[in-house]
């Protein structure tokens, strides 16, 4: 299965796995070197098992909302079982290929277990990822709100209240606002060069990927399954930051919970996103007051479960399919 995505995808290029190894070691390294081994064994030998046991349950909930998801924008013509499988092989790919190519290889998935051709593939994932930065951002704002430390909390909760109708708007009225996209890049004659070209016409596919393939009564169904997807997503990081007794306020939480995910949009190429998260999620805690070195052990042992669960929830999908449909092809 895998070789066959990786021949399909054009993904087996020594330069793009030497350049992502070689920046993934680098930033990991930095984060090693700040690690101080007795406080971070400390850590680990006080660590709550019963805190970790439910991150993982809410990561697990996750994967189903994904799955759900995953269903819901392939037109719910496929079984449930099939969503399971290609979401499971999608985390897994996230995590072992370079930089974002996983969602690249992604495509091929959804072609496989979904049904669906390439570009209502393509144009179903860049719709759920739509989904998710509209969520997680207004997520991010009204953790803001609640610090409210630093910002006017009224200004901030004027702020929120505009953001979360505006983003249900746009979902609304989606095709609309990618109507406008195109017309712009085509007015700014930027549309027929390079990037922009084929981000113009990603615009376009999108467009029609939303006009013919995504029911608008199934809006309120996507929203309900991003948000839950979301909160499972927080839920499971602030029970990591908990399990390892940081000491962050509940708003601090999902503030470094919810920065923390904005990091999988920076386009470096890793391997899995190994060497940005770690040194990201570092940073972030830093900022939370945390000391370098503990910041640094704590990012590394919630990178490290982070890293192991897709392929734990791949086992587990694969195996339980196949115990209630016997053996078939993964």
């Keep these: 299965m895998v070789r066959n995505l990786l021949q399909k995808s054009a993904l087996n290029k020594p330069v793009l796995w030497i350049t992502a190894s070689l920046i993934s070691i680098a930033l990991l390294t930095l984060v090693i070197m700040q690690v101080d081994i007795a406080q971070a064994r400390i850590m680990l030998a006080n660590l709550s098992w019963s805190m970790l046991a439910v991150a993982f349950l809410f990561l697990l909930l996750e994967g189903?909302?994904?799955a759900l998801r995953i269903w819901l924008f392939a037109g719910k013509k496929p079984c449930v079982g099939s969503a399971?499988?290609?979401?499971?092989?999608?985390?897994?790919l996230l995590v072992v290929l370079p930089a974002r190519l996983g969602?690249?290889?992604a495509i091929v998935v959804f072609e496989r277990y979904l049904g669906q051709k390439y570009g209502a593939a393509a144009m179903s994932i860049v719709a759920q990822r739509l989904y998710d930065v509209i969520v997680l951002?207004?997520?991010?704002?009204?953790?803001?709100?609640g610090l409210g430390d630093f910002m006017d909390k009224e200004i901030m909760g004027i702020a929120a209240v505009l953001l979360i109708g505006f983003s249900l708007f746009v979902l609304v009225r989606?095709?609309?606002?990618l109507t406008i996209s195109a017309l712009f890049f085509k007015k700014m004659n930027i549309g027929h060069a390079g990037i922009t070209k084929k981000i113009m016409?990603?615009?376009?596919?999108?467009?029609?990927?939303?006009?013919?393939?995504?029911n608008r009564r199934d809006i309120p169904m996507a929203l309900i399954l991003t948000i839950g997807k979301w909160v499972s997503n927080l839920a499971a990081l602030v029970f990591?930051?908990?399990a390892l007794h940081l000491g962050l306020s509940f708003f601090e939480n999902i503030i470094v919970a919810s920065a923390y995910n904005f990091l999988a949009i920076i386009p470096l190429q890793t391997i899995g996103g190994i060497g940005v998260g770690e040194a990201g999620l570092a940073l972030l805690l830093v900022g939370m007051s945390l000391t370098a070195s503990v910041a640094a052990g704590a990012s590394l042992m919630i990178r490290f479960v982070i890293l192991l669960f897709p392929f734990i929830f791949w086992g587990m999908v694969m195996g339980g399919l196949r115990l209630k449909e016997g053996p078939n092809e993964s």
Aim: net charge positive; glycine share 2%.
């Design 103 to 105: 969602e690249v290889v």
């Design 174 to 177: 989606l095709d609309m606002f």
């Design 84 to 92: 399971l499988k290609a979401n499971a092989w999608y985390v897994l």
């Design 240 to 242: 990591l930051f908990m």
């Design 137 to 145: 951002g207004t997520f991010f704002l009204i953790a803001l709100l």
């Design 64 to 66: 189903i909302m994904t």
């Design 201 to 214: 016409r990603l615009i376009l596919q999108a467009r029609l990927y939303s006009r013919h393939n995504l």
